[in-house]
């Protein structure tokens, strides 16, 4: 089985997955403000969701929402790099 965002996607709405993306969402914004760039793994770190593809469907998320965009797309999805997307270039 291998990883869909729109198999996972639903769950990002369910309560738990908000509690989660707003976990990740708050590391990652931590992670560029003191790197400008971030793994995969660190944004999710400490975030317990029992399931790896929900970890990467909470970082699809941030990037259909336009807060993160991957910089070197086409490598295992822990190894992706992440710099702020459109929506947060201004704050940070």
Not at 10 to 26: C, H, I, N, S, Y
Request: charge should be neutral; glycine fraction near 8%.
């Amino acid at each position: 089985m291998s990883y869909s965002y729109a198999e996972e996607r639903p769950w990002l709405f369910t309560e738990a997955g908000q509690v989660a993306l707003l976990k990740v969402r708050d590391n990652a914004h931590r992670l560029l403000k003191r790197a400008g760039a971030f793994k995969t793994f660190k944004a999710t770190a400490g975030v317990s969701v029992g399931d790896s593809f929900k970890l990467l469907s909470l970082i699809d998320r941030l990037v259909e929402l336009d807060e993160l965009r991957c910089v070197n797309k086409g490598v295992a999805g822990q190894d992706e790099v992440y710099v702020a997307g459109s929506k947060w270039s201004e704050e940070l």
